[in-house]
Each structure stands twice: as structure tokens, then as C-alpha cells.
T-cell receptor, first 112, second 112 residues
Framework: GQQLNQSPQSMFIQEGEDVSMNCTSS?????WLWYKQDPGEGPVLLIA?????ELTSNGRLTAQFGITRKDSFLNISASIPSDVGIYFC????????????FGTGTRLTVIP | DGGITQSPKYLFRKEGQNVTLSCEQN?????MYWYRQDPGQGLRLIYY???????QKGDIAEGYSVSREKKESFPLTVTSAQKNPTAFYLC???????????FGPGTRLTVL
């Protein structure tokens, strides 16, 4: 299957700091999705991106669809303790495709 | 409330036994999916179904079986042929266009 390289693998930050993480692929993707997963729970969809260059926000979260269509970025501003969790990127090679390829996740720890 | 339910949350089975995991959705979504998640890894697709009475193998279908007799339900059977069945299993569904997938809370299967 497709490899999505997500970095960093883990982050330890102070409450209030901003966070950046990214996801890269050797293939061109049609759609990028960002999910957050709490321990023992299913992933929750945060942001969906459909066009190269698209920048979309959801509260303190902002994600961008890279112009090469091979990467995507997620930023979290002014982190709070409940931001703790694992963030996954996921991509679809084409619209309507069934196989969603996932990155290996970024584990975020926020220190109060 | 609309959503995806999975049961049970935790499941223990002896080696060599088949076990069936339940997934139900009331979102009126056409497509449903089963993923497997191992510690420190992303999600991998086991099976998916776009319509009732039809399903396709994903990347790691060996040792698993599914059925889709109703739109709302997509049970997964982990058979004794699955060599390493202990994992966290996630069910998802998506609507028209199949781009955004929404996940259930997951079932943690432990084979003793």
C-alpha cells in the first residue's frame, strides 16, 4: 500500500504553544484528511481538504493541502491540555476511492 | 443521535476460535469499512463494502470474513486462520462520494 510519512512521531509542548505536523507521500493524493484519536477510541475527523493549496480552519486547527498534492500540514494554535492525543493524516488517491491510506500518527503531549 | 456503534468494546477469545465483531450505523451511509490498528501504527484496511450484498478485500483480508446483508450493518469475523488477531478493530462508514470516513469507537480483541 501507499506510504504516508508523518512527522514528527511525537511532540512534547507547553500549554499555549503552537504545534505543527506534516504528512508526505511519494504519490499524488486527491483528498487529505486529518483525524485525532484519543486512547482506546476511534479517530475523529478534524479537517478535510480537497484542492491543492487549500487552507482550511476548524477553530484553533488549520490544515493545508500542499500545492504538489503530495503533502499536507496541520497546525494547532495555543495548545490546551485536551489537545493531547494522536493525530493521523490520511489520503485518498482519487475522489470516491475506498482505500484511505493512513500515516503512522503524531503523538502530542501538552504539559500544563 | 446519528453515529456508528461497535460492540463489544473489549473481547477476549481463545486461540483457534472464530469471533464476530459488530458494526452498526444509522447515518444512512452506503459504504462501510473495517480497519485494523496495531500499537504505534496507522490503520490498515481489511474489507470494505459500497452497497448491500457486495464487499471487497482490502490490504490485509487474509483470515477475515465479512457480510453486508443490511445497509446498516457490516459484521467482521476474525477466523482461526488469522495468524495474529490481537489488535484494535475500527469500523467506519462514508456517504455519497466516499471521501470522508467516520469511525466507530472500536473493539479491542485479545486472543489468549
Amino acid at each position: 500500500g501507499q506510504q504516508l510519512n508523518q512527522s514528527p512521531q511525537s511532540m512534547f509542548i507547553q500549554e499555549g504553544e503552537d504545534v505543527s505536523m506534516n504528512c508526505t507521500s511519494s504519490s499524488i493524493f486527491n483528498t487529505w484528511l486529518w483525524y485525532k484519536q484519543d486512547p482506546g477510541e476511534g479517530p475523529v475527523l478534524l479537517i478535510a481538504l480537497y484542492k491543492a493549496g487549500e487552507l482550511t480552519s476548524n477553530g484553533r486547527l488549520t490544515a493545508q493541502f500542499g500545492i504538489t498534492r503530495k503533502d499536507s500540514f496541520l497546525n494547532i494554535s495555543a495548545s490546551i491540555p485536551s489537545d493531547v492525543g494522536i493525530y493521523f493524516c490520511a489520503g485518498l488517491l482519487r475522489a470516491g476511492a475506498n482505500n484511505l491510506f493512513f500515516g503512522t500518527g503524531t503523538r502530542l503531549t501538552v504539559i500544563p | 443521535d446519528g453515529g456508528i456503534t461497535q460492540s463489544p468494546k473489549y473481547l477476549f477469545r481463545k486461540e483457534g476460535q472464530n469471533v464476530t465483531l459488530s458494526c452498526e450505523q444509522n447515518l444512512n451511509h452506503d459504504a462501510m469499512y473495517w480497519y485494523r490498528q496495531d500499537p504505534g501504527q496507522g490503520l490498515r484496511l481489511i474489507y470494505y463494502s459500497q452497497i448491500v450484498n457486495d464487499f471487497q478485500k482490502g490490504d490485509i483480508a487474509e483470515g477475515y470474513s465479512v457480510s453486508r446483508e443490511k445497509k446498516e450493518s457490516f459484521p467482521l469475523t476474525v477466523t482461526s486462520a488469522q495468524k495474529n488477531p490481537t489488535a484494535f478493530y475500527l469500523c467506519a462508514s462514508s456517504g455519497v462520494g466516499y471521501n470522508e470516513q467516520f469511525f466507530g469507537p472500536g473493539t479491542r480483541l485479545t486472543v489468549l
